[in-house]
């Protein structure tokens, strides 16, 4: 039988671990996905979250360590993407008795447009005893579906707070200072700039709730629990969920035979001649999650694509639509177009539209360049680079 881990006095982590799942609806985790849940031993036992239907197996083996999963009284949902609610039609089948609650109107529509029944709603504010217990329930909407809200535990001063704040980082131990941290934090920020991102305003405001908590712990619906580094991963998320950018720049191409990526590589050198930090990233090499990672707090943003049949490379316009849905409009943020061409300069244009349809602030006009750049065209780039940076500095 599969363990539960007690992670506070009366209080399980029950989920489960997906060691080998490498892609999540596009992103990849390369360090695999834990999918949280959390049994509360109270008067009334009190599940919050499940785990994904093809984790139910050892979800419930885990409840079953600790009590036989038809005794559960309460069950929480605090968000219903399949992830966290695949196993909640088996508990609804074995724990019949037990009260369900969701957010409400969004939750509750939801698990009755997923799963077929009703379940009780809740609101921010809205509180439910179980015992020693009060849990308090704040709805977090659009962080990142309508329905996501959070769940206090007052006497345990524990914050389940699902998606925020989580990871996909399927570990041995459960809490933060028991792995690695920096691959914690990592895995933290590619979470947040591939799922949270474009709700940052709204993840700002449930931040505000966050902060003024008293909190012990921070267990997420997915990766560690947060006890020893809680106020390193409110910051980070302080400044990820305001938009905020560093000196740094990723110059993002694919190249057909060479000419674009002559012009990255020229460009790239130029902002590190001017004392930026920047990152070369081949299409080609990278996946366009990783490239979101990247560049999130990326000041500079360059993307280069030759012209193939007159548009840009497929593989270019893949990063751009994945990058266009993710990355807020943020005025801080400043981008450049360029590519090669043979006979109508088609792709990098578009390349340049894309940028503009995201917000990106564009000081240059794009930059095209037929056929092989000669060695008097690579080093105009490096002007081109200057006046990117000047123009940040007005
Ligand atoms: Fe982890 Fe939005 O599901």
Redesign the pocket.
């Known amino acids: 039988m599969l363990n539960a881990i007690e992670i506070s006095p009366k209080v399980w982590w029950v989920g489960g671990i997906d060691w080998n799942e490498r892609l999540f609806h596009g992103y990849t985790t390369e360090r695999g996905i834990t999918y949280n849940a959390y049994l509360i031993m109270d008067e009334k036992v009190t599940l919050i979250d499940c785990a994904k239907a093809t984790f139910c197996d050892e979800f419930l083996q885990r409840i079953g360590q600790v009590i036989d999963p038809s005794k559960i009284d309460v069950v929480i949902t605090n968000?219903v993407?399949m992830?966290?609610s695949g196993s909640l039609p088996k508990i609804h089948e074995i724990a019949p008795h037990a009260e369900f609650y969701a957010s409400a109107p969004a939750g509750v529509a939801e698990i009755k447009a997923h799963y077929g029944f009703e379940v009780k709603g809740v609101k921010t504010g809205d509180t439910l005893n179980i015992g020693e217990r009060t849990l308090t329930f704040v709805q977090t909407p659009m962080v990142?579906?309508p329905d996501n809200m959070v769940t206090y535990s007052d006497t345990d001063q524990i914050l389940f707070s699902n998606?925020a704040f989580g990871q996909h980082y399927a570990t041995t131990k459960r809490f933060d200072d028991e792995n690695d941290l920096c691959e914690t934090m990592k895995q933290a920020k590619k979470y947040y700039a591939n799922i949270v991102q474009p709700y940052g305003p709204q993840a700002c405001k449930a931040l505000e709730v966050v902060k003024g908590l008293d909190l012990k712990l921070i267990a997420p619906?997915?990766g560690v629990i947060w006890r020893s580094h809680i106020s390193d991963i409110l910051d980070a998320y302080e400044s990820w969920t305001t938009n905020q950018v560093v000196d740094k720049a990723v110059v993002v191409f694919d190249s057909m035979w060479h000419s674009t990526e002559k012009m990255a590589r020229e460009i790239t050198d130029a902002f590190i001649a001017e004392g930026i930090s920047a990152q070369l990233i081949d299409l080609k090499a990278t996946h366009i999650s990783d490239i979101i990672l990247y560049m999130m707090d990326a000041k500079y943003v360059a993307v280069g694509s030759p012209t193939l049949n007159s548009q840009m490379l497929p593989n270019v316009a893949a990063f751009l639509t994945y990058m266009r849905g993710l990355s807020p409009r943020n005025q801080h943020r400043i981008g450049l177009a360029f590519g090669s061409y043979g006979w109508a300069p088609l792709g990098p244009k578009q390349v340049y539209a894309e940028l503009e349809n995201a917000k990106f602030q564009l000081p240059e006009p794009v930059i095209t360049q037929q056929w092989i750049p000669k060695e008097a065209d690579l080093t105009a780039l490096q002007a081109k680079v200057k006046t990117l940076i000047e123009f940040e500095e007005k």
């Open positions: 968000h993407e992830d966290h990142h579906w998606d619906s997915h």
